[in-house]
Each structure stands twice: as C-alpha cells, then as structure tokens.
C-alpha cells in the first residue's frame, strides 16, 4: 500500500508594489477625514464662539450674558465652547450636535442694535427670541437669514414702518412674533411669502391699511387685534376666530359680524333722490333699534369685552414651543349646567371648576371664557393669562401640561391639601380643573408684579429700584412663607420646590407671595428635573437626591439675588442636565467679592455709611449676604436648617 501525498495547497501570491501602494493610500485618505472632522468641530466651535461674542458686544446692558466669554479664568474647554454636544454651556443658547441651533434671550433688559451680519456666522441657527428685551428701532434684516424657522421678538420697542420686502427669501419661516411693539404704516405684504408660515402674532402695534392675502394653508393662528386696520378680511381669513381681528375699527367682513359696504354706484340724482330719503329712514330706524338693544343688553350684562374661544390666545408664547391655549369649551366638556354649586370637591366631572376656599366668589369655565383676558405669558409649565370677571374681579389662570401622570384621585387630594393652607406669604390656590392631559389652576391676580420684575426691570425717577428697607421685607416675607410650608408639609421632602424671584409676586404694600409651591408630588419627574429648581442644587447634582435643606439653599441664592441684583445665570433657561456648578461658582464669586461694590447700588449705597435707626445699614446687609451665603452651602449636611436661617433673618433691622 503506497502512502497518501499530502494535498497541493496553493500560497497566496505576496502583495504587490501597486496594492501596497493602494492600501497606504486608503489609510491616509481615512485618517485625513478623520483629522478634517475633528478640526472642522473644533473650527466651527471657535467660529460659533466668535460670532456671539460680536453679536454681544453690539448689545448695551448685557450683564445677564456674562457667561458668553471665551477668556474663562479656569481654561474649562466646556465654558469656553458654547456648546457640548446638546447642551449649551452659555446661558440662552441652544445646541444640537454640538452646533448652534437657537437663541433664548428672553427677560434680559437686552438693548442695542443687533447685529444680523454676526448671526449670519452661525449656519446652523434656525431660532431666535428676543422677547421682553428693550431693544428699539427699526425692524433689524432678519431677512438675511434665510433658513429661520422662528423668530420671536415680542414685547420690545421696535418701531417705525417695515420694509415691504421684509420677510421676502424666508421660505423657511414658521412662527413670526411681533406683536405689542410700536410698528407703524402698513404690514408688510411679504409675510404671505413664507409657505410654512404657521403662527403670525402682529397685535398691540398701530399697523395701518388693509391685511394682506395670507394664502398660507397650514396657518393655524393669527392675531392682528388692537391696531388701526381697515377694510375687508380677506376671505382666507374668514374661518379665524373674531377676536383674532378685534380691537380695529375700520376692518370688516367675516368673521367679524360687520359686513363691508359696498362701493358707491353712480345714478341720475333726480331719480336717486327718493331713494336717499327712504334709504335714511331706513338707516334712523335701525340705529332706534340699535340704541333699544344696546340699553337692553347693558341693563342685563356689563360691557366686559369677551375671551373667546381658544384661538384668541393661542398665539402668545415661548420661542421653540410657543402658545398660550385657553380651554374650549368643547374641550372641557363645558356645558348650560356648568355652574358651580357649593363647596364642589369632584367639579371636573361635570365640567366645572372645583373651588378649593369658601371665602372667594364662584364662577365657572364659561365665566373665565367670557371674561376680558389679558396674556401674561409662558413659562415652563405652560401658559397663564389674567381673566377679568364680568363683576370686575381679576384672577390668574394657569394651564400646566406636564402633570399627567399623576392620577385623579391623587390630584384631588393634593388640590385639597393646597386649599387648605393659609399663609400672609403664599399666594392662595383658588380653584382647579382636572383633565388626563392638562390641569387648570386658578389664583387671584396680584397687582405689582414679581419680584424678578422689580430686581431687573428698567428704573427710573417714578419707578426706582428696591431700597434696603423692602428688600429686608421681602426676605423676612419668602422666608416665613417657606418656613410655615416647612411646618404644614412634615411628609413632602422639598415643600416649596421650585423658590425663584419669578415665583416671588409682590401685593401692593410689597409684602411677598410664594407661587407655584408645593408642585414636586404632581409634576411628572422627569419634566421636574429638568426646569425645578429643587433638581438644580449641589446634593441632586451630586447624589441625585434632595432633602428638606433643599429649598434652604433655593432661598440662600434669591437672597444673594435680592442683594446683589445679578440675575442667577443658569435660571434663565431650563434644559435638562444643567449642572449646579454655573451657581455653585456665582455664589463663589458673590462671596469673594469685594463687599463695597456687591451690592446692588439702587438698594441705597449713598446711605450706607450713615446711621440709620440706629443701625448700621451696611452692617445689616453683610449679616443677610452672610446668611445667604450659609443657605448656599455645598454640603447639605453642614447647611443651615430652616429655622435657624428664620430666626437670623427675624434678626436684621
């Protein structure tokens, strides 16, 4: 038997001079794509950087952007660069990817001119608001950028006609905002430009002429109200709600109930002339029976102009998401038997209000749509607007999204226990509605404003700034309000929550009202984490929990607040994952200040070194800032507890 061969297996043929040349030029192709995208980040990183450090310094009163500096003293890259990944490092920036997508400048005093050949820079910009600011002038040529989805410059001073050709290459645009300005000559007719357009708001201003054909067909709401409009609207218009067009006294045509005359028709005056004397009796007998039902109508109601229905008011808001809603009353199951009887604990089953005291008025969801409303804005847990009754009593009504997942029976009780409390400094729920999807909550208007109003409004001669003496009264006010919530609610871990100067309302004699308390147990977690001020403290950033101390060092930074008049940054935008070392290091560098300038000079510096009372001013405000600064202890275990920061506080004169 012959051995077996073993098999012929064929090796493969060693690489050639061309394929080794091939493969290296593979690699160093991969690794120069590698090295261009790694530097256009970084390129484009310094370039954003750049671009808003010009627009910056083209704004006057641009305290509240200090964070926008590249120059920063630790060298910590995340500070340096406007965005890390989806985060914005610098305060009303918004990122996506690492790039910049939108500016929230809202409530900042903001002033200047601003600079749109400095926003042309950042390619990637596809928002902007600027509401509540003090900008003025002439509409700026935002027409530039091109690919803008929204643009919100509501609640400035703008004025003065704008161009016609405005909005001409902004194919793009799907919110404009530029209602309660000072625009003035007529609008202009490239807003019907914009195919995407969705939401145009142009009321409070004194527009002029006729309203432009707006053939946009997923417009979903517009307001021109309060101008000096005239003539027809046009019939695309016509579906809208009438309150969208009120306030004009010229305009006519649906939905208005106004029909437009119609031209003069010339005609032989003789054979007119009996025409003309039937065509006045005619006109006299009407207007009799006009001035018959108004004297009707006015005998049985007030003259209280109406809310509406929902669309009235649904164009109001923030920048990005951006809508006030009032409830329809479809929506809210509101019917003829919605009044409200006695003390209703289950009033939502039945469509109505369930009122929470027995020493306030009723009324019902009808009611609140009749009344005369006024918008007071969006925050971060919905909408709000001030509802004047037809007997004259004002209440505020807050709508919140973000509370479905807490059941019904659980609100109730919850609606129960905040009826139940009763404090000088807590503004006092009145009334509620309940709804899977949303919740209604009813407080009574409060005249003067929040304290965050009065710390960064503009002052003047007739409306200064704070003195010492109201800001002690006011300190003295949140934190006996806090404390009394501390003492009530032994079994919550965060009473208050959410303690900020924009939560803080001021009554007439300046005595402060705590608002939007007690919300930690409804509001669903994770919207809680992102916007509360709770999950913004050093002990939730550190160890993801909070404790009864945390409202403790939410009142240290609104005292620091109080007495410096600095606007805390990170407060004024809420994005998930903010990190509390932005306040950890403003409370840092309030501290090491030198303490002749950290107060807020409009508190009365020409008088700190005389002797008032019998007390050293100066003196007493170093005893609060060194309370405040106890309150904002890292530590929670070495914080101060709430009793101990009332009964110093109790202390200063």
């Given at each position: 038997m012959g051995a077996h061969a073993a098999p012929f297996v064929r090796a493969p043929p060693p690489p050639t001079t061309t394929t080794t040349t091939l493969l290296n030029l593979l690699w160093l192709n991969l690794l120069l794509l590698v090295l261009f995208f790694s530097s256009t980040t970084v390129g484009d990183a310094e370039s954003d950087a750049n671009a808003l450090?010009?627009?910056?310094?083209?704004?006057?009163?641009?305290?509240?952007?200090?964070?926008?500096?590249?120059?920063?003293?630790?060298?910590?890259?995340?500070?340096?660069?406007?965005?890390?990944?989806?985060?914005?490092?610098?305060?009303?920036?918004?990122?996506?990817?690492?790039?910049?997508?939108?500016?929230?400048?809202?409530?900042?005093?903001?002033?200047?001119?601003?600079?749109?050949?400095?926003?042309?820079?950042?390619?990637?910009?596809?928002?902007?608001?600027f509401m509540n600011n003090n900008f003025e002038g002439g509409l700026p040529d935002f027409k530039k950028l091109g690919s803008l989805k929204s643009l919100f410059l509501s609640h400035n001073h703008f004025s003065g006609q704008i161009p016609d050709d405005a909005f001409t290459g902004m194919g793009s645009l799907k919110k404009l905002y530029l209602s309660h300005n000072e625009f003035t000559g007529t609008i202009p007719s490239?807003?019907?430009?914009?195919?995407?357009?969705?939401?145009?708001?142009?009321?409070?201003?004194?527009?002029t002429g006729a309203i432009p054909d707006l053939q946009q067909k997923d417009l979903k709401i517009l307001n021109v109200s309060n101008?000096?409009?005239?003539?027809p609207i046009p019939p695309t218009l016509a579906k809208l709600n009438p309150t969208s067009f009120s306030g004009n006294k010229d305009l006519c045509g649906k939905p208005l109930d106004l029909e437009?005359?119609?031209?003069?028709?010339?005609?032989?005056?003789?054979?007119?002339?009996?025409?003309?004397?039937?065509?006045?009796?005619?006109?006299c007998?009407?207007?009799?029976?006009?001035?018959?039902?108004?004297?009707?109508?006015?005998?049985?109601?007030?003259?209280?102009?109406q809310l509406g229905s929902s669309s009235s008011l649904k164009a109001t808001g923030l920048p990005v998401p951006a809508a006030v809603v009032v409830a329809e009353q479809q929506q809210y199951g509101s019917s003829p038997d919605m009044s409200v009887s006695g003390n209703s604990k289950r009033g939502d089953q039945h469509g109505k209000l369930s009122f929470v005291r027995d020493d306030r008025q009723r009324f019902d969801l009808q009611d609140l749509l009749r009344a005369s409303a006024e918008v007071l804005g969006s925050g971060n847990f919905g909408s709000s607007y001030k509802a004047v009754l037809m007997d004259g009593h004002a209440v505020v009504v807050k709508r919140f999204k973000h509370m479905n997942n807490c059941g019904r029976e659980e609100f109730h009780e919850h609606m129960r226990r905040l009826g139940r409390l009763g404090h000088p400094n807590l503004l006092p729920l009145v009334a509620y509605y309940y709804r899977k999807e949303e919740k209604l909550l009813v407080f009574d208007y409060v005249h003067h404003g929040s304290l965050a109003s009065h710390l960064h409004g503009n002052h003047s001669a007739e409306q200064p700034g704070l003195d010492w003496a109201t800001r002690l009264k006011i300190v003295k006010g949140v934190a006996r309000g806090l404390f009394y919530l501390h003492e009530e609610l032994p079994s919550l871990i965060v009473p208050h929550?959410?303690?900020?100067?924009?939560?803080?309302?001021?009554?007439?004699?300046?005595?402060?009202?705590?608002?939007?308390?007690?919300?930690?147990?409804?509001?669903?977690?994770?919207?809680?984490?992102?916007?509360?001020?709770?999950?913004?403290?050093?002990e939730y950033a550190q160890?993801?929990?909070?404790?009864?101390?945390?409202?403790?060092?939410?009142?240290g930074i609104l005292i620091l607040e109080i007495l410096t008049g600095k606007f805390p940054a990170n407060y004024l935008i809420?994005?998930?994952?903010?990190?509390?070392?932005?306040?950890?290091?403003?409370?840092?560098?309030?501290?090491?200040?030198?303490?002749?300038?950290?107060?807020?000079?409009?508190?009365g510096t020409k008088n700190n070194n005389n002797n008032i009372d019998g007390h050293d001013q100066v003196g007493e405000m170093l005893k609060l800032l060194k309370i405040g600064v106890a309150c904002c202890e890292e530590d929670a275990a070495k914080r101060w507890d709430l009793k101990e920061v009332l009964q110093k506080i109790e202390e200063l004169n």
């Open positions: 450090i010009k627009f910056k310094s083209s704004l006057s009163n641009a305290d509240a952007l200090r964070s926008w500096n590249i120059n920063n003293n630790n060298n910590d890259p995340k500070t340096m660069s406007p965005c890390s990944g989806n985060y914005g490092n610098w305060i009303g920036v918004l990122c996506s990817e690492g790039y910049i997508w939108g500016l929230q400048l809202e409530n900042m005093a903001l002033a200047g001119d601003i600079d749109v050949d400095s926003l042309l820079l950042l390619p990637h910009l596809r928002t902007i608001s490239s807003v019907a430009h914009p195919n995407k357009l969705l939401e145009l708001r142009l009321d409070g201003n004194r527009f101008n000096e409009l005239e003539g437009c005359k119609s031209p003069a028709v010339l005609s032989d005056p003789q054979k007119s002339s009996p025409m003309k004397i039937i065509l006045i009796v005619i006109c007998l009407v207007a009799l029976a006009a001035i018959i039902m108004v004297l009707i109508i006015y005998r049985r109601s007030s003259m209280t102009p929550g959410h303690l900020k100067s924009s939560n803080v309302l001021l009554n007439e004699s300046m005595e402060p009202l705590l608002m939007d308390y007690t919300l930690v147990p409804v509001v669903n977690l994770e919207r809680a984490q992102q916007i509360m001020v709770a999950y913004k403290s050093p160890q993801g929990r909070t404790t009864r101390k945390t409202d403790v060092w939410s009142l809420a994005q998930s994952g903010t990190d509390a070392a932005e306040l950890t290091s403003w409370v840092d560098s309030i501290a090491k200040e030198d303490t002749a300038r950290v107060f807020d000079k409009e508190m």
